[in-house]
């Protein structure tokens, strides 16, 4: 069996070691263990390990940030239901998958500030999810399919603030007491968001 690029390996070890262990507690040198290579290897490939990271979410994670960017180009080709709907699908997704490789970070309130900083460099952030959805909603606004006197923003912060909120919450419950199945969570909340943004 052929072994597969170390870059791709690399990815791969670090999607599984950030996933298991969480982003704070993973290190270079885990990841290039896992990936059976050597860490300077992975400096071949990865400026840092917040770069490395944002590879992890961009390439291993649902595609969340192509969708938005898509969709703010061209937001015609389906409802604004039907967009909202695939929005929040992924972004459920996303954010579900996310959570755990970045809730590490919380823990260790200077680590966090250093690995924000890194990311801002990296010209990324949470914070750019919401500016996409929101320049979607705009789009859609100035062809005339939201209303006029809608807030694109806050529209944005809501769902993506109720799919982030989906990612969370449900581990504390009782076992057995998940959260809704996520094609229903999509399309109930981009049907309740179109009643304000109609």
Known sequence: MEQKPTRVRIVDAARDLMGTVGLARTT???IARAAGCSEA???KHFASKEQ?????????????GGLLEALAVDPGRRTVEENLTEIARQAARFYEQTFPIAASLYAEPALKARHDAAIRELGAGPHRPIEGLTAYLRAEQQHGRIAPDADPAAAA?????????RAFVYDALP??????????FA????????????
């Open 187 to 198: 399309r109930a909340i981009a049907r309740t968001l179109m009643r304000g943004l109609s």
């Open 52 to 64: 490395l990271f944002l590879t992890v979410l961009t390439e291993r994670l649902p595609r969340l």
């Open 157 to 165: 912060a809501l769902l993506l603030g109720a799919c982030a909120q």
């Open 28 to 30: 270079t040198k885990e």
């Open 175 to 184: 076992e057995g007491e998940g959260p809704p199945p996520v094609d229903d």
């Open 41 to 43: 290897a992975l400096y």
